[in-house]
């Protein structure tokens, strides 16, 4: 048995199922936030950063949010970026026109061109993965450290959940 087939044998021993099924459900969640969240890093990290400006505005999908047009300069060639949804402005005020913004132009090209909407950390959507999943890991956790009998020996009551 290699040291996987060990490890895997030591863990249905020691935790419960619950505890065991709550780290899957958290690695669930934390492996494509995770990816998503590294995805954004390279991308912010390996794009090139230039002005643009607010020229418009477009409704958003059924919501009553805008998302707004920016005009940047690359290449010597006009090119218009939108916000790729991430950033909603619904029942405030949308960035006026003619504000500049920054563009993050990728290295592929003005085909993939990004917004640099502040806070852009804030509202990726790897959120949605990674609250969720570290709220099951802390679950497991707990349990772990408070749920668990510390003198429990394999093929006792406590661990096999026998009376």
Not at 8 to 33: D, I, K, M, Q, W
Not at 57 to 67: A, F
Request: glycine share 14%; charged share 15%.
């Amino acid at each position: 048995m290699g040291w996987f087939g060990r490890c895997r044998c030591y863990l249905s021993r020691r935790l419960s199922r619950p505890v065991r099924a709550a780290l899957v459900v958290a690695g669930l969640f934390l492996g494509p936030g995770a990816l998503i969240l590294g995805e954004e890093a390279v991308y912010w990290a390996t794009s090139t950063r230039v002005e643009g400006t607010v020229v418009g505005h477009e409704p958003y999908g059924k919501s009553k949010g805008y998302r707004p047009v920016v005009e940047y300069q690359w290449g010597g060639q006009t090119y218009r970026c939108r916000s790729g949804g991430q950033t909603v402005w619904a029942g405030s005020e949308p960035i006026p026109v003619g504000t500049t913004i920054a563009v993050f132009v990728s290295r592929d090209g003005p085909s993939s061109s990004r917004l640099g909407i502040p806070f852009q950390w804030l509202f990726l959507p790897c959120w949605a993965c990674l609250f969720p999943g570290s709220l099951f890991l802390l679950g497991a956790v707990v349990a772990i450290v408070w749920g668990q009998p510390e003198d429990t020996e394999p093929g006792s009551a406590l661990s096999t959940g026998d009376s």
